[in-house]
């Protein structure tokens, strides 16, 4: 499905956006919701696939309470965190 047919089909669901950031060594990760935005300064040097990471883990916090839908353009960092969880 493409994304504007999700957002329709979910329409009555909360928007969750995440993502992790690099510029040269810094390094950042960040949660968008309606009425919220989150955001975390992460160490210098680490990686973008731990920022993606601590954006994931920012937002499993709000979904856990809440009905929501969470999008998300990289699927790598999911993957992963599914193969070790499961």
């Known amino acids: 499905m493409q994304f504007f047919e999700l957002r329709s089909e979910f ?10 950031s690099k510029d040269g060594v ?6 968008v919701a309606p009425n919220s935005v989150k955001r975390v ?3 210098d040097n680490a990686s973008i696939f731990t920022a993606k990471i ?5 937002v499993l916090g709000i979904i856990r309470r809440i009905r929501s839908n969470w999008f998300t353009h990289t699927l790598y960092p999911v993957y992963k965190l599914l193969t070790v969880l499961l």
């Open 11 to 20: 329409s009555q669901h909360l928007e969750i956006y995440t993502d992790g």
């Open 26 to 31: 810094r390094t950042a990760a960040a949660v």
């Open 41 to 43: 300064r992460l160490p």
């Open 54 to 58: 601590h954006a994931l883990d920012m």
